[in-house]
């Protein structure tokens, strides 16, 4: 399993078992990896490809993609603290894409254990949240009533 640099520096032994209870699955263009409303005790870590993060739209003109999680990139649910969560958007492929599906449990354990993880994880987080705002406001300035 490619080590991400979130758990990199971890102790070998620590790595083995995240690895060992870690699973790797590859999805097709615009296959479901997690559809709204479904149980998860899992997050999503992108190996390869892209996924979209979609949402039902208020009108007929229907799903909306909010997000776009890249090589590298975590999709989490609303807290580490619950070892399952209902999700509350779809997760699709975008380009053909192999993920990881890391039990949240053991992410939780692992930040637990080692506090620089769990910092790693929130920065990730910080600089994704970041980004979408910039791309928010440049979609947004062309909208703007003069």
Same mark, same amino acid.
Not at 81 to 85: L, Q, V
Not at 95 to 105: A, G, K, R, T, W
Not at 113 to 119: C, D, G, L, R, T
């Given at each position: 399993m490619y080590l991400h640099t979130l758990v990199g520096g971890l102790p070998h032994a620590e790595r083995a078992a995240l690895v060992q209870a870690s699973e790797l699955r590859s999805y097709g263009c615009d296959e479901t990896v997690l559809a709204t409303g479904e149980w998860t005790d899992r997050l999503y870590c992108v190996a390869s490809g892209l996924l979209r993060v979609v949402v039902q739209g208020r009108s007929s003109s229907g799903d909306v993609t909010t997000d776009l999680i890249r090589q590298d990139e975590f999709f989490l649910g609303p807290s580490l %603290?619950? %070892? *399952? #969560?209902r999700a509350r958007q779809t997760l699709v492929a =975008?380009?053909? %894409?192999? @993920? #990881?599906? @890391? /039990? @949240?449990? =053991?992410? *939780?354990g692992l930040c637990e254990?080692? /506090?620089? @993880?769990?910092?790693k994880l929130l920065g990730a987080a910080i600089k994704r949240m970041s980004a979408m705002r910039g791309q928010l406001r440049r979609d947004a300035v062309p909208a703007l009533c003069s």
């Open positions: %603290s619950e %070892s *399952r #969560y =975008a380009q053909p %894409s192999s @993920v #990881y599906l @890391v /039990p @949240v449990s =053991a992410m *939780r254990q080692h /506090p620089q @993880v769990a910092v």
